[in-house]
């Protein structure tokens, strides 16, 4: 299975990004989907994922102002990211809980991330 993130880039504080991210590969069924980032000195942190029902879950740093949400039928997620601040600034690697082929492991896999740089 492989994940292709795209959508970083730089932008200045207020301004929104939207994060996208593929995944492909033998996969029989997607249980989560989510997004962590990793500042320059900081550990990784979830900024939120969705589960296969569609609930979500956010980090408090990013409540009202990010977006997680998916589409089953392209196996792909996004974070729509609004009222960016320099604080964001980090490397955003999604996460993908899924069950692959041949054997139905439940396995988790991970982006090689995508940078995001908001400026003052």
């Known amino acids: 299975v492989q994940l292709q993130a795209s959508g970083g880039g730089l932008v200045q504080a207020g301004g929104s990004l939207r994060l996208s991210c593929v995944a492909s590969?033998?996969?029989?069924?997607?249980?989560?989907m989510g997004w962590y980032r990793q500042a320059p000195g900081k550990l990784r942190e979830l900024v939120a994922n969705?589960?296969?029902?569609?609930?979500?879950y956010y980090a408090d740093s990013v409540k009202g102002r990010f977006t997680i949400s998916k589409d089953n039928a392209k196996n792909t997620v996004y974070l729509q990211m609004n009222s960016l601040k320099p604080e964001d600034t980090a490397v955003y690697y999604c996460?993908?809980?899924?069950?692959?082929?041949?054997?139905?492991?439940?396995?988790?896999?991970w982006g090689l991330g995508t940078l995001v740089t908001v400026s003052s």
């Open positions: 590969g033998s996969i029989f069924s997607i249980n989560d």
């Open positions: 996460n993908v809980d899924a069950v692959v082929n041949p054997f139905l492991t439940r396995r988790s896999f």
């Open positions: 969705i589960r296969t029902g569609g609930s979500t």
